[in-house]
């Protein structure tokens, strides 16, 4: 196995600047149901090579979603030691790992070890209702959630992560970790850390005890659901209220681990056809001047709009074929949108403080929210007024950024 070595920008916490998060499957035009040619000589998982430059000009690792070969949507596993057939084979991979490498890019895997699909080798060991019926994830028949505590599970695990560490990834987004009981990670991640001390670990989590999911010898950090749902809804309902109010909490978090902030992942509407495209700058603006670790899902840099269907197909609007290249992708309005987010990744690699700051508030209203955000001895003061569809970052006295007009 070829050995590559991504410039990673890692900081004390063990933790990086940006994730840009792809859902493989869709961003890459494989069928996701009632398929029966898996089409592995189309090798699609090449196909994300000709975003990977676009990628480098906005994060720091590239976070998938499953790539491993599973039945339908590629979070009802079947096999977590093999690449998905529709995607290809190991060797595009191995290839994936090596051209993100030499643009800088990590690449951080999606792991589905709270449940598998009825058909996975680990079918035999699921957890089991009173009744002795098998454990299903929220209510999906063919989700069987596995019994962690079967030590086979637990060994499964550990050599599932180990392997594909070992093929050249830099760290795992745990999901569906807030059904997992946090004190299985102290049976997992100590044997896995032995042999990669430098591996990052994301706990998908909506909600419950963010903290109790951190800490030694478990998560290094969790998805911050409160901050994303304060920070659209803030903006929707013309309410800095409940943002100032959810920083106060984030805060808090920040005594113990610095979050995976977002606006936008595979789960969740569009943030521009949430908030129209203005505003859903605005909301990039606070991603990028607060702390935590930012992930961007694809797209979003674009101006994106999606919202949910209905039925088994409801998420796939949110999980789109890219096109072949970005050129194709890009036009004078996007390309405004991305010259933002290209500005907050290159802030972010100038001030990695930012990941362990905090946040203070100077002053808020329904409509307008001035803060100031801090660490390290250095302060940057955001300035957002939605009335006059305005916003600023400020550094050392100076205006460093503003809002340009952009069209909903």
Same mark, same amino acid.
């Given at each position: 196995m070829k050995s590559f070595s991504p410039r990673l920008r890692m900081g004390d916490d063990g933790g990086m600047d940006t994730l840009w998060q792809i859902y493989p499957l869709g961003a890459t035009g494989?069928? $996701?149901?009632?398929?029966?040619?898996?089409? @592995?000589?189309?090798?699609?998982?090449?196909r994300l090579e000709p975003w990977l430059d676009h990628a480098a000009g906005i994060s720091d690792m590239l976070l998938l979603g499953p790539i491993f070969t599973s039945a339908t949507h590629g979070y009802d596993t079947l096999d977590h030691f093999t690449l998905d057939p529709r995607l290809g084979t190991d060797d595009d991979f191995d290839n994936l790992v090596g051209a993100a490498?030499?643009?800088?890019?990590?690449?951080?895997?999606?792991?589905?070890?709270?449940?598998? %699909?009825?058909?996975? %080798?680990?079918?035999?060991? +699921?957890?089991?209702?009173?009744?002795?019926?098998?454990?299903?994830?929220?209510?999906?028949?063919?989700?069987?959630?596995?019994?962690?505590?079967?030590? %086979?599970?637990i060994d499964y695990i550990i050599r599932v992560l180990s392997h594909w560490l070992d093929r050249g990834a830099m760290g795992w987004r745990m999901d569906a970790a807030y059904r997992i009981e946090p004190a299985v990670w102290e049976q997992i991640l100590p044997v896995v850390r032995k042999q990669h001390p430098e591996?990052?670990?994301?706990?998908?989590?909506?909600?419950?005890?963010?903290?109790?999911?951190?800490?030694?010898?478990? &998560?290094?950090? +969790?998805?911050?659901?409160?901050?994303?749902?304060?920070?659209?809804?803030?903006?929707?309902?013309?309410?800095?209220?409940? &943002?100032?109010?959810?920083?106060?909490?984030?805060?808090?978090?920040?005594?113990?681990?610095?979050?995976?902030?977002? $606006?936008?992942?595979?789960?969740?509407?569009? $943030?521009?056809? @949430?908030?129209?495209?203005?505003?859903? +700058?605005?909301? %990039?603006?606070i991603l990028f001047t607060t702390p935590g670790i930012p992930s961007i899902y694809y797209g979003d840099e674009l101006g994106w709009k999606a919202t949910k269907g209905e039925g088994f197909e409801a998420d796939d609007p949110l999980r789109p074929e890219l096109p072949r290249t970005p050129a194709d992708a890009i036009d004078d309005e996007s390309r405004l949108i991305l010259d933002i987010y290209r500005w907050g990744a290159n802030f972010r690699r100038e001030h990695p403080w930012l990941k362990t700051a905090r946040t203070d508030k100077l002053h808020v209203t329904n409509t307008s929210f001035t803060y100031v955000t801090h660490g390290s001895g250095q302060e940057i003061t955001v300035v957002l007024d939605l009335a006059e569809k305005n916003a600023r970052v400020e550094k050392d006295g100076r205006i460093i950024w503003t809002l340009p007009h952009i069209d909903d």
């Open positions: 494989a069928p $996701i149901r009632d398929w029966t040619d898996p089409g @592995t000589d189309e090798h699609r998982l090449r490498g030499e643009r800088g890019l990590g690449i951080i895997l999606d792991g589905v070890f709270n449940h598998v %699909a009825d058909g996975h %080798a680990l079918s035999d060991r +699921v957890a089991r209702n009173e009744d002795g019926s098998p454990r299903v994830f929220e209510g999906h028949g063919s989700l069987l959630e596995l019994d962690h505590a079967d030590p %086979a599970v591996a990052w670990f994301l706990g998908e989590v909506i909600h419950g005890d963010y903290t109790s999911f951190t800490g030694k010898n478990r &998560l290094d950090s +969790v998805t911050q659901y409160e901050l994303w749902k304060a920070i659209w809804s803030s903006l929707l309902d013309e309410n800095f209220y409940e &943002l100032e109010w959810s920083l106060q909490r984030h805060d808090e978090f920040l005594e113990s681990f610095s979050p995976n902030t977002f $606006i936008g992942n595979h789960d969740v509407e569009r $943030i521009a056809s @949430t908030v129209g495209r203005s505003k859903a +700058v605005a909301a %990039a603006v």
